[in-house]
């Protein structure tokens, strides 16, 4: 599942392209239909501008794929994409594949005619991600030194792809012919093939391949030519347009309705990018009905809804042939479709599909609202994927984050010290290969609250909320793709925040070091130093209490505004109104669970009030997983604090 999450993320990049392409060409052919003219002007324009993109969508793929799957990619991930995509579909085309089976190219197999698709994109896309990672380090003799490191990833792609051609030559026929031969069994089972024919309709799209599906039905590959009959008028009324009806009520309001869903369900701090995506493909489904910006931008993060999505279109292709409900288009099925063939004579009962619609609206709202909340699903917004940035980052606290890093490396024995980097809500957890090199004093000065070694080669570094960026500045000093801060700006920073500390922030806006609380969550005060954590107990982030939770909702303990939240949702940090930071963590050592049992209900940066719900989390979840559920309460700003619940 996290392969498929991955590579949903990674298509995000050209689906992010296609809204704004559907739009353009679907207003340029209601033009062109419109005025009755293929040569129209402005239609003309319109139409081949979105079809740039549209008639390219693999490639697009190829590319999104190649770089959105590469380990801290540049621009060679895509390159190698690119490279793959033009070796194999250059090499099948249907021109060559006429030369090395020595026939004519009209004798050429039809399926190297539809090999150009999204799923031989993303094929392509994941040699090039790979070659990138395997090779971009690469070390050649000094004779062939020109074509060492991210010179040879392309070298190597294009090598993968002759393979990869190889196979495709014999099974790609095999494919294509069976799914034709499929197609055409469909046809015996009435209503029931025409619901099947739907599921498999949308199931196909990810692999490019209901092509083959829809030249059974729509074009007159068996004597059907369900499109065409439509067009111009020459079907059976009552019969013609009963393998496109079906899809309007999905596409113009079942998808906007899905849409909508993924929408109301995603993070707060990331509605305004989902919203970017969802609401420009919910227009482009509507309207001209092309689906694939839309499909594309869950399919991958969350298959199972995808699915959900296939058997609803099947059962509304069922339904739609039952019923005397016809239409059919010529485009795709979508407002402008759905006027245009009003008037068509073997249109039937027209007016039935907005209502169906209506329905399909409400059902995929439920259903994907429903299901996406009660599964944590991954959808548009809900990605738990972070760039080492939140709102509001410039360039000054990068530098500090670089600073500390520089300083962390060094007092760990330096890079080559460290076998294995992670962290957690508020400290790094570290796998050193010597920890008697570790310098806990040099990592006091550089900002660490304390220093925990929990044995063999483990080593953690408490350090606070921010603790993130301070260990993606040292994976990027580590990888070279950064260079360390010089030892006298360290040192600067160093004296700049001792200087700070010696403010007192918080402690001097209060008048009392008494920090009244309301509780956040409700269950049982445990002492801080009853928690079976030394970081915690020993007070190394600072004062507090904890409490051992019966309830999985987390409430705001005080007005105030969030100052961070955690991608994997176990924890929430809050700056109160008086200066106070409080930092709320939800059982011990959840950040391995990675998100999964937690849902987070505000953003970084949201104003609360007392009793605004933070973040909810699955109390059996967390047992099962094996870690204690007690929950510290942890005031990080001023030693001298006492915590009283209210």
Not at 129 to 146: G, Q
Not at 404 to 429: M, Q
Not at 607 to 621: C, E, M, S, W
């Amino acid at each position: 599942m996290k392969f498929f999450q991955r590579l949903g993320r990674s298509l995000m990049l050209p689906v992010a392209v296609l809204p704004v392409a559907a739009i353009l060409s679907g207003i340029g052919y209601w033009i062109l239909t419109a005025t009755g003219n293929d040569a129209n002007l402005v239609g003309v324009f319109f139409q081949t501008a979105g079809g740039a993109l549209l008639d390219n969508l693999p490639l697009l793929f190829a590319i999104g794929v190649s770089l959105g799957m590469a380990t801290k990619p540049d621009g060679t991930s895509a390159l190698a994409g690119l490279v793959s995509w033009l070796v194999v579909t250059t090499l099948l085309s249907a021109e060559n594949v006429a030369l090395f089976q020595g026939i004519d190219e009209a004798e050429v197999d039809l399926a190297f005619s539809n090999l150009e698709n999204v799923f031989v994109g993303i094929l392509c896309g994941l040699i090039g991600a790979w070659s990138y990672d395997r090779f971009k380090e690469t070390e050649l003799p000094d004779a062939l030194a020109f074509f060492s490191g991210r010179r040879s990833v392309a070298i190597v792609s294009a090598g993968l792809s002759l393979v990869l051609a190889l196979v495709l030559f014999f099974v790609w026929p095999l494919a294509f012919g069976g799914l034709v031969a499929f197609g055409e069994f469909i046809l015996t089972l009435g209503p029931v093939g025409v619901g099947l024919y739907g599921f498999l309709n949308r199931l196909l799209i990810p692999l490019g391949l209901h092509h083959a599906l829809n030249s059974v039905f729509w074009f007159d590959v068996a004597g059907i030519n369900d499109l065409g009959n439509f067009l111009d008028g020459s079907g059976t009324y009552g019969v013609t347009g009963q393998y496109m009806t079906g899809f309007f009520p999905i596409m113009m309001f079942g998808l906007p309705g899905a849409a909508l869903a993924m929408y109301v369900t995603a993070r707060t701090s990331r509605r305004k990018v989902a919203a970017g995506v969802l609401f420009s493909s919910a227009v482009a489904a509507f309207f001209v009905g092309v689906t694939e910006p839309l499909e594309f931008a869950f399919m991958f993060l969350a298959p199972g809804l995808y699915v959900l999505h296939a058997l609803f279109t099947g059962i509304s292709m069922a339904i739609s042939a039952l019923l005397p409900v016809r239409m059919g288009f010529g485009f795709s099925g979508g407002f402008i479709d759905l006027v245009l063939g009003w008037v068509n004579p073997m249109a039937q009962n027209p007016w039935a599909i907005p209502l169906m619609g209506i329905f399909w609206f409400a059902v995929y709202f439920l259903a994907f609202r429903w299901i996406i909340l009660r599964f944590d699903l991954k959808t548009p917004g809900r990605d738990d994927s972070f760039d080492g940035r939140v709102e509001g980052e410039d360039a000054a606290s990068d530098g500090r984050y670089a600073a500390t890093a520089t300083a962390f490396l060094a007092a760990l024995g330096g890079a080559s010290n460290i076998t294995d980097l992670e962290n957690c809500a508020t400290r790094l957890r570290m796998e050193l290969a010597d920890v008697s090199k570790v310098d806990e004093a040099a990592l006091k000065r550089a900002g660490a609250a304390g220093t925990m070694k929990p044995g063999g080669h483990s080593v953690q570094v408490i350090y606070g909320t921010s603790v993130q960026f301070v260990k993606d500045a040292m994976e990027r000093i580590m990888s070279g793709t950064d260079r360390p801060v010089a030892e006298e700006d360290v040192r600067a920073l160093e004296e700049q925040d001792a200087d700070e500390a010696g403010g007192g922030s918080a402690t001097a806006l209060r008048a009392s070091s008494l920090v009244r609380l309301r509780r956040p969550v409700e269950g049982t005060s445990v002492p801080l130093d009853q928690v079976p954590d030394p970081t915690f107990a020993q007070g190394v982030m600072g004062p507090g209490i904890a409490i051992e939770p019966s309830d999985g909702l987390v409430l705001a303990p005080a007005e105030g505004t969030v100052a961070h939240v955690f991608p994997t949702g176990h924890a929430v940090a809050l700056t109160l109104e008086d200066g106070v930071e409080v930092l709320i963590h939800v059982g011990l050592d959840t950040v391995e669970m990675k998100g999964h049992g937690f849902e987070t209900l505000v953003a970084t940066g949201d104003r609360v009030v007392a009793g605004t719900p933070l973040l909810r989390a699955d109390l059996a979840a967390i047992r099962a997983a094996g870690h204690p559920t007690v929950t510290p309460v942890i005031v990080m700003n001023d030693p001298g604090a006492r915590i009283e619940l209210v």
